[in-house]
């Protein structure tokens, strides 16, 4: 349902984190193309409300919406011509307002709700929040076929790819190698991860990112998440994705077909791109954004095979996605409450991967899960994992 003027309505769920505000940027460059419908934040109202003053006021959003209800009264007297809504069904009042597109630039498994309804109201999905696909990907991919609207991919691996199946509709796909930086503790022992702490894992090499996802980096649990997240968007099993650690973070992820050939395609680190793909889809934006330079920082490109001994967060992930139901939802809810403790200094760096290891153990799963299943297994799974961290 495109704006009266043409142009293409943009939901931005999360408009205030790391991808929302690139997003922002994007859609700033492009005031012919992108009308914004509605704004989501968390706490981060400042933000918010800043986002929303930078527009024309024609351009301003009809609903905005806080994780709070006294956030949102305060957007309200600030702008009282627009809608506000607040909580966990003001983000689907988001998803369900008219739209072509939903960008969900939301942290975690909050995602997964709001997402499913943005999908049944029939708009195409611009994805960046990767939990969603791991917690519900199964009905998540159900619900984007029954409804016949498109899935975007923001993560910039799975545009990668996304990017190199384009006019390849159906050839057989050998392998996915799904790129990953190694983070900032490649070729590091356990030993020394033991002595890791939150301002160590906050430093990612390539790319500045929310907090939770720098911390995923660091454990690798990120690509774990992004083997099952790729499994679910292009159909492909998980034992045929393999991860290629790649530090210069420049080719951002390949397709290897049954004639051997393999297509990359290659980039800055920069989550605009990604971000202007799926939203300019099916066209490609021009970006005034400096070029890869091929005889600088690429003149070497370097691959090597992760290490999954030291970083374990990996192969929990690949045990969840085979074991199937539930256990890939109780998995990412053990690793939001725990990256959590470790960024507030209750646990060890370490004690991530061990706190996932003992929660799917402890979990018994429910085969083909509905929406309240996967959203009581999180809700479970949360609990129990509070209760074993010490105050
Ligand atoms: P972030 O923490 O910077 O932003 C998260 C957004 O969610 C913010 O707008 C925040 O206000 C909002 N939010 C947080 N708690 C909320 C709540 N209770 N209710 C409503 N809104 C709430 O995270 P990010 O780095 O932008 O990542 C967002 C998603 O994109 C994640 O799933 C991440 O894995 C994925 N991703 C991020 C990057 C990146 O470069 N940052 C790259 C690839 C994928
Ligand atoms: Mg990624």
Same mark, same amino acid.
């Given at each position: 349902m495109a704006a009266e003027d043409g142009r293409k309505k943009v939901v931005i769920l999360g408009s205030t984190g790391s991808i929302g505000g690139n997003a922002m940027d994007v859609i700033r460059r492009y005031p012919d193309r992108f009308r914004i419908a509605a704004l989501t934040c968390g706490r981060n109202v400042s933000r918010l409300m800043d986002q929303i003053a930078g527009l024309d006021e024609k351009d301003r959003p009809l609903l905005a919406v806080c994780e709070r209800e006294k956030d949102a009264m305060l957007v309200k007297s600030n702008f009282p011509g627009i809608r506000t809504s607040f909580g966990p069904q003001g983000l689907i009042d988001a998803a369900e307002l008219p739209a072509d597109v939903v960008l969900?630039?939301? +942290? &975690? +498994?909050? &995602?997964l709700v709001p997402t499913y309804h943005a999908i049944r109201t029939g708009h195409d999905m611009a994805l960046a929040n990767k939990e969603t696909l791991v917690a519900g990907g199964g009905i998540i991919m159900d619900a984007i076929r029954d409804s016949g609207v498109k899935m975007l991919p923001v993560d910039s691996e799975h545009s990668a790819i996304f990017q190199c199946l384009e006019g390849n509709k159906g050839k057989k796909i050998r392998k996915i190698l799904l790129t990953a930086s190694g983070g900032p503790f490649r070729g590091w022992t356990r030993e020394q991860l033991e002595t890791v702490t939150p301002e160590m894992a906050l430093k990612h090499p390539n790319w500045s990112m929310g907090r939770k996802i720098t911390i995923d980096s660091a454990t690798m649990m990120n690509k774990g998440l992004e083997m099952i997240e790729a499994k679910w968007l292009f &159909?492909?099993?998980?034992?045929?994705i393999e991860v290629v650690v790649h530090p210069k973070s420049i080719v951002h992820s390949a397709v290897e077909f049954e004639d051997t050939s393999i297509l990359a395609q290659m980039g800055i680190p920069d989550m605009r791109i990604p971000i202007s793909v799926a939203l300019g889809y099916p066209d490609r934006l021009a970006m005034d954004l400096e070029p890869l330079d091929l005889f600088g920082k690429a003149s070497e490109l370097t691959f090597e095979r992760p290490d999954r001994e030291t970083f374990g967060c990996m192969d929990l992930a690949v045990s969840a996605s085979s074991e199937g139901g539930t256990m890939p939802a109780c998995m990412n809810a053990a690793n939001e409450v725990l990256v959590q403790a470790f960024l507030d200094r209750k646990i060890g760096f370490l004690d991530i991967e061990t706190g996932i290891r003992r929660a799917m153990e402890d979990h018994s799963v429910i085969r083909d899960p509905g929406l309240d299943e996967i959203v009581g297994a999180d809700r479970e799974t949360r609990e129990k994992v509070l209760e074993s961290i010490p105050e």
């Open positions: 969900n630039a939301l +942290m &975690g +498994m909050r &995602g &159909g492909v099993p998980i034992e045929d």
